[in-house]
């Protein structure tokens, strides 16, 4: 049984921030490698960051030096920190463990201009 639950998006103008969380209901979560990933309308879905079980990062070059991913093994949590957003960051976000079919419902980020 695999459960993630998104959360943490919202509206924003451009240039603001926001934190996004990903809670994690799966065995052995600080072992295992979790993505973001963000689709938009009509658009394939794009990964965004990458962290490993002990923390090693990848960004996309579209966010490199705005976006954060950590995780708090912990509290089996993943999260990715967004700043001077822009509006081209908008889309639904997605949290995914490597390795791991399961996709859940993502949570909408939308930047205005």
């Known amino acids: 049984q695999v459960q993630l639950v998104e959360s943490g998006g919202g509206l924003v103008q451009a240039g603001g921030s926001l934190r996004l969380s990903c809670a994690a209901s799966i065995s052995r979560f600080s072992g295992r490698t979790v993505d973001w990933y963000r689709q938009a309308p009509g658009k394939q879905r794009e990964l965004v960051a990458t962290i490993t079980g002990v923390g090693t990062t990848n960004y996309a070059d579209s966010v490199k030096g705005r976006f954060t991913i950590s995780r708090d093994n912990a509290k089996n949590t993943v999260y990715l920190q967004m700043s001077s957003l822009k509006p081209e960051d908008t889309g639904v976000y997605y949290c995914?463990?490597?390795?791991?079919?399961?996709w859940g419902q993502g949570t909408q980020v939308t930047v205005s201009s």
């Open positions: 995914q463990v490597a390795y791991i079919d399961y």
